[in-house]
């Protein structure tokens, strides 16, 4: 039986030469010239003026709220519809996380609802660019805008995703991605966050290595983290980003070959086309009909009979117990309900072949026939 994975990391480019390089100039800790190359050639890929490197996702996106100054007593706008990361790292700084609903006819937040969302508490949006697409910036930078507050991007599903001509990561005040072992680069573990704000910039790099005065060694005006990347991982993310670009292309091919190969009816709906820009193929995202009989997690349990390895779309996190105090009355979160019953994401990864997408859509169509 063959078998595929949800996600497969291909290392095939120089990433055992430069960890070797790395190796072999003892500058395997968090100083060292592919920190600073990976910065480089990930803040040109973004055209955002800066970034700067972390040790994971999770920690991009604590790193961006708190160089933002936001903390207790202030709200952070989120969508349900996420990976819990996005809402942890709020909960992480003390802020409290306000859960807005999906839209109806697509999984990203719904910039209509965000309006409604906003108190004189409210201190930012986290947009989170879900399953490689991206949503709404152009109505969510406006509402940003009208109320003076920040606008961070949750980027780590859609690194490559782009809003008219402009990747994700430029377009708000901070952007965050992740380089763990399913998204569309990797680094083992590791984290980025872009800007075009020199000021962040720099209050992120303070922030990063303990608070410790840039000119001053060993001296720290305020407390802050150790989320720094080290050169080994940072030296696989450059030869990851050498290939960024085959990596996008050939994820767009398998994205065509599923849509050809896979027989879509009144329960399976044809997947669904970003709305608000240009996506990046992550998983391959199915839906299906909200009024299908087929069991979703029966699905998924045929499919891995065979030997495929498939995931549920995330459970909206105003459901689950950390966060159900969070939900408010006025959140209307039924939208991200539906998505999250009815989505299912099959594997995607670069060196998948065509045939693979073949043979997977072919297993999907027996088990749904
Ligand atoms: C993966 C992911 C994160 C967290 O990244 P880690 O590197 O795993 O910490 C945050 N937000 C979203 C939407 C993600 O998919």
Known sequence: MKNFPISNIDLNGNELKYV?????????????????????????????????????GTTALHLAIEALNIGIGDEVIVP??????????????????????????????????ISDAITPNTKAILAVHLYGHPCDMSRIMKI??????????DCAEATGATISGKKVGSIGDIGCFSF??????????????????????????????HGMDKFKRYWHNEIG????????????GVAQMEQIDL??????????????????????LKPINSIFG??????????????????????????????????PFFYPLHLMPPYLKYKTTSNNLI???????????????????LENVKFISTELNKILA
């Open 80 to 113: 349900s519809l996420t990976f819990a990361a996005t809402a942890n790292a709020v909960l992480h700084s003390g802020a409290t996380p306000v859960f807005v609903d999906s839209l109806k006819d697509h999984w990203n937040i719904d910039a209509e609802k």
């Open 278 to 311: 240009n996506e990046v193929e992550w998983f391959y995202n199915l839906n299906l009909s909200s009024t299908t009989k087929v069991n979703r997690d029966k699905l998924i349990n045929e499919l891995s009979k065979v030997g495929i390895d498939s995931r």
């Open 144 to 153: 940003a805008q009208k109320h003076n507050i920040f606008v961070i991007e």
């Open 180 to 209: 763990f072992g399913n998204k569309i680069i990797t680094t083992g573990e590791g984290g980025m966050c872009t800007t075009n704000n020199s000021n962040l910039n720099e209050r992120m790099r303070v922030l990063r290595d």
């Open 335 to 353: 939208n991200a309900e539906a998505f999250g019953k009815c989505g299912i994401n099959l594997p995607l990864y670069p060196s998948l072949s």
């Open 225 to 236: 983290y150790n989320y720094r990347m080290t050169n080994l991982n940072a030296a696989i």
């Open 247 to 268: 990596f996008l292309e050939k994820r767009q091919m398998l994205r065509i070959q599923y849509d050809k190969s896979i027989n879509f009816n009144s329960n399976l």
């Open 20 to 56: 070797s390089e790395a190796i072999k100039s003892t500058w395997i800790s968090s100083t060292g010239k592919f920190i600073t190359q990976f910065e480089s050639m990930f803040s040109e890929f973004c055209s955002a003026n800066h970034a700067v490197a972390t040790s994971n």
